[in-house]
């Protein structure tokens, strides 16, 4: 049975840090792409990085410099290395598995809230 767990989340100051991680099971992790999206109040899902099964990394423009998605293949697990945590990075925080565009496999999210 396919299952992508989220962890990590939690109450962060602005300018603190937080790694999110995705433990996989159920299908074959290393020839996924794996992708961090995230929803937050009023507005919809926003894809915030993705990783390649080659290890080739996407940002978006609003984490780029920030973020950093890491995955280990033994492990089946992808990360999420969060520095810098402003207000507006606040949302639920989700994992998926394959294409971005049509993910197959989706995880039941962590929230961040980055509050002082």
């Known amino acids: 049975q396919v299952q992508l767990v989220e962890s990590g989340g939690g109450l962060v100051q602005p300018g603190g840090s937080l790694t999110l991680s995705c433990a996989a099971s159920?299908?074959?992790?290393?020839?996924?792409?794996m992708n961090w999206f995230r929803q937050a109040p009023g507005k919809q899902r926003e894809l915030v990085a993705t990783?390649?099964?080659?290890?080739?990394?996407r940002y978006a423009d609003f984490v780029q410099g920030r973020f950093t998605i890491s995955r280990n293949n033994a492990r089946k697990t992808v990360a999420l290395q969060m520095n810098s945590l402003k207000p507006e990075d606040t949302a639920v925080y989700y994992c998926?598995?394959?294409?971005?565009?049509?993910?197959?496999?989706w995880g039941q999210g962590t929230q961040v809230t980055v509050s002082v």
């Open positions: 990783i390649t099964r080659n290890g080739t990394n």
């Open positions: 159920g299908f074959i992790f290393s020839m996924s792409t």
């Open positions: 998926s598995a394959g294409s971005p565009r049509d993910s197959a496999y």
